[in-house]
């Protein structure tokens, strides 16, 4: 039986070092041909299972050669719940098969943040703690039947590069199978608490909280842009929140130190419909 992916929990966690300086993130300037957003098998907010873990996707991404889905590198971890620190977690290898809800074929995990951070021996406290993100890549049977669009919001418009500030509007779509199916209940709205870590991740109060499942999901400002990944269940000092890690520096790791080339967000094609109030 394929189970939701815990997301990782993390108690308080006090910045110790600056991010590190990174390239920039943008959103992809290519205009390929997609899929109607109404008519797309695969999109963002679809689910992954991973070795039978099932998780969120995020957004669509592209190196300008290959179409790739985001979920969070814990997805494919190997280790326990708590095992938080990309530095020292396990994960399963890069080529590992990835099931991906509409997709006629497995997609491939072909970038983990996790196994790129141990491979460099990564140092930065923040980076190790918060960076979260892994790249799937789509296999080129199923390019043709996706759409970058995230449901009922519509969007992203680009990727926030400035972070969030107290009771900042984010949005999200999250897909645990521990709702049943039940669409009506993906769609979130909520505020962000601040940013911690230098930068690195957003705390995040919604109705409902990020649960099982979720792990992975795409966040959005009020704006519309791609703010973050959801990560972490928060325990202390305020329960019930979520860890979004910062997609601006994930992406940036990604494209200096991931093998890929310059990875970039792919913007939505239906116009973002803004926060509910």
Known sequence: MKTPRPLARASAVTALATAAALL????????????????AAVHPGVQTHTNGAQCTSNFVYSNGTDVFLGQAAHCSGTGGSTETNGCSAGSLPLGTPVSIAGASKPGTLVYNSWL???????TDANTCQYNDLALIKIDPADVSNVNPSLPFWGGP????????????????????????????????????????????SHT??????????????????????????????NLA?????????????????????????????????????????
């Not at 920039?24 to 008519?39: E, F, L």
């Not at 910062?246 to 970039?264: F, I, K, N, P």
């Open 157 to 200: 418009t680009g990727v926030n590069t400035t972070g969030t500030t107290q009771l900042a509007t984010v949005l999200s779509y999250g897909n645990s199978e521990l709702r049943g199916g039940i669409t009506q209940l993906s769609p979130k709205q909520g505020t962000s608490l601040g940013d911690t870590g230098g930068g690195w």
């Open 116 to 122: 790129t951070m141990q491979t460099r021996h990564e």
């Open 204 to 233: 995040v109060f919604t109705v409902t909280p990020g649960i099982p499942g979720d792990s992975g999901s795409g966040f959005l400002d009020r704006d519309g842009n791609a703010l973050g990944v959801l990560s972490t269940l």
């Open 237 to 277: 000092p305020q329960p019930g929140t979520n860890g979004v890690g910062d997609l601006s520096r994930e992406l940036a790791y990604a494209t200096a130190h991931g093998g890929l080339g310059t990875v970039q967000l792919v913007p939505g094609t239906t116009k973002f419909r803004g926060p509910l109030i």
């Open 24 to 39: 920039p993130a943008t959103a992809w300037a290519a205009s390929p041909t997609w899929a109607p957003a109404d008519t």
